[in-house]
């Protein structure tokens, strides 16, 4: 086996640190070790820095294990869920200084991607669900994640704030003051997933199933170690959870092979599952091994060249969903995101933009007017702070500030050094926002009236003048007035002067 198809993925949660070696070309993994589990009773916002020593060990441990496959190729990403920019910053300096590993620090956004991606990409045990509505369930820490897939195909996310510490607090406060914690918990459970119902709500006869990612206390049961996914009889989960609800700790802990640190995640974990199995009437239920650390793999081995697939779009479905949350015009934002994609392609050697930034203007100019819904007057502010209260799945916290800044500054506002906000933006994603802005300005002055007069646009670049040729049998008076104000951004921002030609075309 070539060595240069293996990478390491070293992998640290608030729970512990993982590494998996794998086959990048066959997803074939080679090894897995994990260090001791970091202590649960622990601030999670200070749990890296307590257990910095465990950490910085099994690092070491790692790197011998790496060393020994022969691989060169390894990255280390780790949650950056409970703490803040600050803290990760230091803890990231720190871990450098004494082990050499160098810090990919994700947001709940990068990793519900990288989760979903672990079910997508993972095709042959996908497809055992081809033609299903599937929902994948994962409770961690912080919160609850429920994907909803269509044809094997991402459909949409939520995360719900009902991670096992919020239920430990709650748990831990009824200790002495309830006769039935379970029943309270099942309601407080039930005040946090109510509001889904409608969203869930399957059709009579549809074949849906849910699916759990890294239910630990059923996959030690259920689930054998050669195997990504089985089916659990609901029969059986229903046994389980009817034992489990009346069972002390010792019995708990002897039947799940959990840690006892852990043992308090099972019951809410059922009480959990059992109501989305009842809003999604799901007629199936499954287990599945694959997690974040095969999401990892998967990624990259698209960024590597193993594979062609691509991706990206879980990141466009989930913009589109909050476009259609907010009631924006579809027929607009499909023909401007069109002729601002084609203004990108055709003058590539002037902004010298890569794939990654061409999908942050698809996104852009997809939610670029949601502001609309609130007031059409400033609606590129009120664009902006939705999209800095909703990030996108699988887009970084500066990506997703990147995404904001350009539904700022799309419409009438310019992006310059005389404007306060842009002049206190991060340095790093000034020009990129510029650029980006700079084409979908003139993206969207083609379609000023919301009317979708153009038919077809050609771009030329020439000497000092970049020449927008549109296809049209309409009178375009709007549309010119609208590009003759907002080509004066790109001017400044390329030097070239753009310019706007109509050809005639049949009705």
């Not at 771009?459 to 309409?474: C, D, I, P």
Request: include cysteine.
């Amino acid at each position: 086996m070539s060595v240069k198809k293996l990478f390491g993925i070293i992998y640290m949660s608030t729970t512990n640190l993982e590494l998996m070696i794998v086959n990048l070309k066959t997803h074939e993994v080679l090894e897995r070790a994990a260090s001791a589990n970091f202590r649960q009773d622990l601030d999670k916002s200070r749990i890296y820095q307590h257990e910095l020593d465990k950490i910085v060990f099994s690092l070491s441990g790692f790197a011998q294990l790496l060393k020994d496959y022969g691989v060169t190729r390894h990255c280390f990403w780790a949650s950056q869920q409970l703490i803040d920019d600050v803290t990760a910053r230091y803890l990231s300096e720190q871990l450098f200084v004494r082990t050499g590993f160098q810090v990919c620090w994700l947001n709940t956004s990068q990793i519900n991607y990288y989760r979903a991606l672990s079910l997508i990409g993972h095709t042959r045990t996908f497809g055992t669900l081809s033609g299903k509505t599937a929902y994948l369930l994962y409770i961690g820490s912080a919160a609850v994640t429920l994907f909803h897939f269509q044809k094997q195909r991402f459909m949409q996310a939520w995360n719900i704030g009902l991670g096992h510490l919020e239920i430990n607090r709650l748990a831990q406060a009824l200790r002495t003051t309830a006769n039935d914690p379970n029943e309270i918990i099942d309601d407080y459970i039930a005040s946090k997933l109510d509001y889904l119902k409608e969203d869930l709500a399957g059709k009579d006869g549809e074949d849906t199933a849910l699916i759990l990612q890294d239910n630990s206390a059923l996959n030690n049961l259920y689930l054998p170690p050669d195997s990504r996914l089985t089916e659990l009889p609901l029969i059986k989960f229903r046994e389980e959870l009817s034992s489990a609800v009346e069972a002390s700790s010792q019995y708990l802990l002897d039947r799940y092979h959990v840690e006892e640190s852990r043992v308090t995640r099972v019951v809410p974990g059922f009480l959990i599952t059992r109501r989305l199995l009842r809003y999604t009437q799901a007629n199936q239920l499954f287990l599945t091994r694959l997690n974040i650390m095969d999401g990892l793999a998967i990624q990259s081995g698209v960024d590597l060249g193993f594979t062609k697939r691509d991706y990206q779009s879980i990141i466009q479905t989930s913009a589109e969903n909050i476009a259609r949350l907010y009631i924006m015009e579809k027929d607009h934002r499909e023909l401007v995101t069109k002729f601002a994609l084609h203004i990108f392609d055709q003058t590539r050697k002037l902004h010298r933009l890569g794939p990654r930034e061409r999908l942050l203007l698809s996104v852009a100019s997809t939610i670029a007017d949601i502001g609309n819904a609130i007031s059409q007057h400033n609606h590129y502010h009120h664009s902006a702070y939705i999209m800095e209260a909703n990030p996108l799945t699988g887009l970084s916290d500066q990506e997703n500030r990147i995404i904001a800044e350009i539904a700022r500054y799309h419409s009438a506002e310019t992006p310059d050094a005389e404007q306060p906000h842009y002049r206190n933006l991060d340095p790093a994603i000034q020009m990129p926002i510029a650029k980006l802005v700079a084409i979908l300005r003139l993206a969207d002055a083609l379609d000023d009236s919301h009317q979708q007069k153009i038919s077809k646009l050609t771009v030329s670049l020439k000497e000092n003048k970049l020449t927008l040729t549109v296809h049209s049998a309409q009178d375009l008076a709007l549309e010119k007035w609208a590009f003759a104000r907002k080509a004066k951004l790109f001017q400044e921002v390329y030097g070239l002067t753009p310019v706007l030609k109509q050809r005639r075309a049949a009705e």
